[in-house]
């Protein structure tokens, strides 16, 4: 014979007596009820009937008459509600959104007329006994006394040891104190021309990147974790996008560029990438199909002298920094970016650049003489003097003709790489 449904008497019943006894068992035993039918009717009292589940165990003891007498109140609860959580979350959700959308790519409205230039610095590591100190303070001054010359940074500002690698500051001549000193005269010597540093992965241990992005807007730079990507938008309306991170994913025994060459090919074409980590340095000119031009360059470090360098045999290929020079009145993709390996005669180039915008009779070969600028002399010829000699050891012809320009350097339109030290050939 099929079993009769349990009643909801039944059920209730039967979920009395469980919660009484503390159990099915004890239940049944008590109300001499058999165990299986005593635990269909409570399952049924649970599942049909919406009866909450007993807490099984020992049953609770009856409950003592004085037990009101001293009540405690209902306390407010220090969680706020649901509707007051979304509300939070939502402000929090747009504020995040705008902040990361305002720095997909940044804007810099370029105030100046004429040419301008970008030395792009490599990883600092300004308290590590193998930093160049003299090196950076001639690209310091070079970008401070250079008319439209800026500068930018890959990160690593300095060594930062975290963890085993903490046992190194024995071995250091700068004290983690005296380090932030170190940083924040690093990005005053710049001038007030240092436009933004990439957050490199020393300089976010121990949350030091706070610290040093605090000092990068003291200093009127801005400070980044996921890189900066920047367009520099003349009053000409030619625009130069830089997109800079530390560094970039991708890795090659072949190529030291091969990251930020991947995200050239795979990205949005920028003019110019750059990026360091690696202390290695290498440039490479990538033309793309619809005839744009990406600039990619991987910038070593001013720690000239690393001793995880020479453990590993890994070879010298120092490039601490390049010189963008960017023509807004360029006739051609291959003319509005120019690339130095040598600063110096990159800021030369950018001299005569803006004399000759500043001056439209200008030309090689002319008679007069002009004055004013910074970074490189006047020459009768016109052509600036450091200049002038560079393109003279490479067999240029800087008299003049038709372009009345002189040779361009570290324009390679070859799409070669170049790796290591020294100046561009």
């Known amino acids: 014979m099929a079993q009769q449904p349990v009643t909801q008497e039944q ?3 039967a979920h009395r007596l469980v919660a009484q006894a503390g159990s ?5 035993q008590t109300a001499g009820i058999p165990e299986s039918t005593l635990n269909r009717r409570y399952g049924a009292a649970v599942a049909r009937y919406g009866m909450p589940e007993v807490r099984r165990g020992k049953a609770a003891p009856a409950r003592a008459p004085d037990a009101g007498a001293i009540v405690m109140p209902e306390l407010p609860e220090d969680t706020a509600p649901y509707d007051e959580l979304k509300a939070r979350s939502i402000r929090e959700f747009n504020r995040y959104k705008t902040a990361h959308d305002a720095r997909r790519l940044v804007k810099l409205p ?3 007329e004429g040419p301008i230039g970008l030395l792009a610095t490599g990883d600092p590591h300004v308290d590590a006994r193998g930093c160049d100190w003299s090196l950076i303070d001639a690209h310091t001054k070079l970008v401070r006394e250079t008319e439209g010359l800026f500068a930018t940074n890959v990160g690593d500002l300095a060594n930062n040891w975290v963890g085993r690698l903490a046992r190194l500051y024995a071995e250091q001549h700068v004290t983690p104190r005296e380090t932030r000193v170190l940083i924040e ?3 005053s010597d710049f001038g007030g021309k240092l436009l933004f540093v990439d957050c490199g992965n020393h300089d976010v241990w121990n949350g030091q990147d706070d610290l040093y992005r605090w000092l990068a807007r003291a200093a ?3 400070m980044a974790w996921h890189g900066n990507r920047v367009a520099l938008e003349f009053s000409t309306g030619a625009r130069v996008v830089v997109n800079s991170r530390h560094d970039f994913k991708g890795s ?16 949005d074409r920028d003019d110019i990438y750059t990026c360091g980590h690696l202390h290695a340095g290498g440039y490479q000119m990538l033309v793309h199909a619809g005839g744009e031009i990406s600039h990619v360059c991987r910038l070593s470090s001013y720690k000239v002298l690393d001793p995880f360098k020479d453990e590993h045999g890994w070879r010298d290929q120092h490039l601490p920094a390049a010189l963008f020079v960017l023509n807004p009145a360029a006739a051609s993709p291959a003319a509005k970016v120019t690339v130095f390996a040598d600063p110096q005669e990159g800021a030369d180039y950018l001299t005569y650049l803006r004399r000759r915008h500043a001056t439209p009779s200008l030309v090689p070969g002319g008679r007069s003489e002009v004055r004013g600028g910074g970074g490189a002399s006047g020459r009768r010829d016109g052509v600036p003097s450091g ?3 560079a393109a003279r050891r490479a067999g240029a012809d800087v008299s003049g003709g038709k372009s009345g320009r002189p040779a361009r350097l570290g324009g390679d339109r070859s799409g070669g790489n170049l790796s290591g030290r020294g100046k561009r050939r």
């Open 387 to 389: 200049l002038g000699d």
């Open 110 to 112: 370029v105030r100046m």
């Open 24 to 28: 099915v068992w004890g239940a049944a």
């Open 11 to 13: 059920a209730a019943e």
């Open 220 to 222: 009127a730079s801005s």
């Open 185 to 187: 005269g690093f990005f």
């Open 252 to 267: 090659s025994q072949w190529n030291i560029t091969h990251g930020p060459l991947k995200a050239a090919m795979m990205g």
